[in-house]
């Protein structure tokens, strides 16, 4: 894979590349002006930069001062879900021509973005991904996708925790649509499966970690869709294996070696990291239909569980593949973290937020497609 430093650099070639990208999305506005400022917003997520808030994109872009980027946030007409929705359709007709449509996995996962104060929409003491602990902060929930070739992002969420949806006040002076009511985590991935599904995206397989997979809302939602899914599962859960009820904690305990049947390699940080798999058939308490129950163990991490849906005819090697997929959206947004400046905003409007993140996941887009590019054609390519 191309490094994001390297795709980065000044390069003319790349630059009209942008230019010809971002024409793509000329029609959502409709005043020149604000046109103008958002492919230069855009542009300068690519700057080589310690923050990329309005202040400092400003101060690159030439502006005499960050008003006129903080009214393309904050003020001026035009809609990011619009803006959202044609990047799919990107998405949508470059997977088409790729012949590889139907292995592309769609990933929810989810980022803490910490922040100070109590005004900003969404803010609060809550679970912080990133850092693994509690901690004032914004989460955002995210859909990816993930194909041999492409990985990149499709929507995102803004999470609003129960507290700031029945205090109206507060929701009023952080530009809250009115009629915005409280969401889990699964429920808003379920909305941005949904909406994806009902564009035409060919996501058939879901994954995601056990936050999403402990739902069984999610699970449902998605099985009612027609689709299959991947997701990681708590041990607190009851399984009927061979007819006996059993919890995970002591199924996980009890099952023989022998049961460990697959092993992999995939790379780690500090080498490659060899994983041993056991798939087993299982019911739910709740289901009559069995499932898959795939069991997870690495020489570095706890055993992991995971459910699907999928037939007791789909390969052991096709689950693993999804299960990966996640590894790639660890990735996705750690490279718009710290390339792209996706966690740099200074907002706290509700739709700012929205209007920010999706310029960083646009930027990404462009840097997925230029990766693209370069397998394909096999030269490099610099970017600008």
Partial sequence: MLDTKQLIKDGQGCAEAFTNFFSLFHKLFARSESRTKAELYARGLFEDMTRKNCWHLAERLGFETPLPLQRLLNDDVWSEDDMMQAARAHVKATMAESEEAYEAVAVVDESGFVKKGDKSAGVQRQYCGRLGKVENCQVGVFLTCVSPSLQTFLDRRLYLPQDWCEDKERTAAAHIPEE????????????????????????????????????????????????????????????????????????????????????????????????????????????????????RRGAQADDDLYISNAAATTTPQRLIEVVLARHAVERCIQEAKSELGLADYEVRYYHAWYRHITFCLLAHLFLALQRQQERQKKHPCRCG
Avoid: C
């Avoid at 689709?227 to 009820?245: A, N, P, T």
């Fill in 180 to 295: 915005t009511v409280f969401k889990t985590k699964p429920a808003l991935a379920l909305e941005m499966l949904k909406g994806a599904w009902a564009e035409g995206l060919k996501l058939h397989w879901v994954t995601g970690d056990s936050a999403y997979g402990n739902s069984p809302g999610f699970r449902q939602g998605i099985a009612a869709q027609g689709h299959l899914y991947v997701l990681g599962f708590g041990r607190q859960h009851q399984v009927i294996y061979r007819e006996q009820q059993w919890s995970l904690k002591t199924l996980l305990e009890k099952l023989p070696e022998s049961q460990w049947t697959v092993t992999t390699q995939r790379a780690g940080e500090q080498g490659p990291i060899e994983e041993s798999w056991a798939f087993l058939r299982v019911k739910l308490k709740q289901d009559q239909e069995e499932q898959w129950l795939i069991l």
